[in-house]
């Protein structure tokens, strides 16, 4: 059987407290998330947990939290190549990156500049460079769509239904197809 580890920021607890601890995939999945988490503040402990659960398949969502008004989308990408970069030279077989995806609440931001226009160029930036490095590793959530997949702070995934299914429940699924097609590689 596979072992999966989802790591990342806020997105990947609240996929695990909205799963209650079941992803519904064949192996074992263990669940590294850490609200606001950046891509420079993975801790030893965090390290040494993964490591030791040695996963086969990995999905990464980070970068998020790193985005300030003085961000360098190139320093995020290259923190987070680096990242996966341990991953591989640990023994993970396959690394997915999701995409950073959008926000519209800023008052808990260090950055008291920071607004949606600064925060959604850069993050574009920081997704096509990821995109042009990581290919079909590279995760989009094509169908979620802002505002009305978030919840109410504008900064994470909603778990109320609209008329198709929730914000949340659409990246569950896609990032459980990630796992899925791991297993037919």
Known sequence: MSKFALVGSSFVERLRRFTSDDFKVPGEVKWFGVPGLRSYSLSKEMWSNIVTFNPDCVFLHVGGNDITTTTRPKDVVGRIIAICENLKGSGVKSVFVAEVLTRGNFQRS??????????????????????????????????ISFPKDFDDDLVHLGTKTTQRSSGMTRYFHRVRRVFVSFRHQ
């Open 110 to 143: 260090p950055d008291r500049h920071l607004n949606k226009l600064i925060f959604d160029k850069k993050r574009k930036k920081i997704n096509s460079l990821l995109k042009s490095t990581f290919g079909h590793h590279f995760v989009v959530f094509k169908d």
